[in-house]
């Protein structure tokens, strides 16, 4: 593992991880507005999953330039859930906060997040409302989360917010306090194990949103959920070690669901019974319960993984209209 490291006296207030595989496409301009924010006591720790394109120069040139910017390169590729979990433990800041190499900071954004965060103990996360961006930097959508039930004082409320709307999932790229992510697995190796994080995040307390849309996310056919639209190819990608080993993603979830709601020991029995509850009204939404059903299918018949798909999106299309 090779490095260029800044050093530091004392930790900085937030510290923001940036786990990279191969992100010379878009990884500039993601460096770029996140070293051109106005608050400025962070560092941005890089880590490059053993990149085969130009990440690596372009990192280090930054590094040389900003000691803000620390650069690590893996000698292998470890798998996204442990690269993602490496740059979470590389420093002991009071806040902490994933960014995506393909992803964009708006203008004030880390300023205004970390001062809700000082602001209000009883929040554990801040972001911003989210706009949706192309290759090119340009807004195709915005994305509008319901923040109202975040702020619940209710854990269960929250809980049932955060699962029954786990298809988008932003927060886990919002900032975050350190001590209560110290409190959760972190990035599971397994798939979609951001949205059991999100969930568990959500019983230990509030989050709150930038009403502005400052967290600027960016769709494009490279991205792993693209080149990868079904949950059981996605294994590999979070864990090599998962490569050719039967996955059942959707059973995996709904495992996870109840086991985050026994790790928060605060709850209350009746809190826990309400998101228990609120897990197996899950299974209607989405059409949960047909993704279950499709799990073992694809197992022993994985070329059914397209027509599943269109499936999918035709019954989501007869929804909508309806």
């Not at 530091?8 to 993601?30: D, R």
């Not at 009204?281 to 397209?306: S, Y």
Request: with cysteine.
């Amino acid at each position: 593992m090779s490095s260029v490291m800044a050093r530091h006296t004392s930790p900085p207030l937030l510290s923001i991880g940036m786990p990279v595989y191969n992100g010379s496409n878009f990884i500039e301009k993601a460096i770029e507005s996140i070293l051109c924010q106005s608050f400025t006591d962070f560092e941005l720790i890089i880590s490059d999953n053993a990149s085969i394109d130009e990440t690596s120069e372009i990192c280090r040139k930054f590094a040389e330039k900003d000691h803000r910017v620390r650069y690590l390169n893996n000698s292998e590729n470890i798998g996204a859930a442990a690269n993602f979990n490496r740059v979470f433990h590389l420093e002991k800041s009071k806040y902490f906060k994933w960014a995506a190499h393909d992803d964009e900071l708006g203008p004030g954004y880390l300023e205004k997040c970390v001062n809700i965060l000082e602001k209000n103990n009883d929040r554990v996360l801040c972001h911003s409302q989210v706009n949706v961006i192309n290759e090119t930097g340009a807004v195709i959508r915005h994305d509008l989360i319901d923040t109202c039930p975040l702020d619940s004082g209710s854990a269960s409320e929250r809980f049932n917010a955060l699962i029954r709307t786990d298809l988008d999932i932003y927060e886990v790229f919002g900032v975050i306090r350190r001590d209560v992510l110290e409190r959760t697995p972190l990035i599971g190796s397994y798939i979609a194990s951001d949205r059991s994080l999100r969930a568990e995040l959500g019983l230990h307390g509030k989050f709150s949103f930038l009403p502005e849309p400052l967290f600027l996310c960016r769709d494009h056919p490279e991205r792993s959920i693209c080149a990868m639209p079904a949950h059981h190819m996605r294994g590999q990608w979070f864990d090599p070690k998962r490569k050719g080993k039967f996955v059942f993603p959707h059973w995996r979830i709904l495992s996870e669901y109840f086991k985050c709601i026994d790790r928060v020991k605060e709850l209350t029995a009746r809190e826990k019974f309400d998101c228990q509850a609120a897990v197996l009204k899950w299974l209607g939404i989405h059409q949960n319960w047909a993704r279950l059903l499709a799990d073992p299918l694809l197992v022993f018949f994985p070329g059914m993984e397209n027509a599943l798909i269109r499936f999918g999106k035709s019954l989501a299309g007869r929804r909508s209209r309806g």
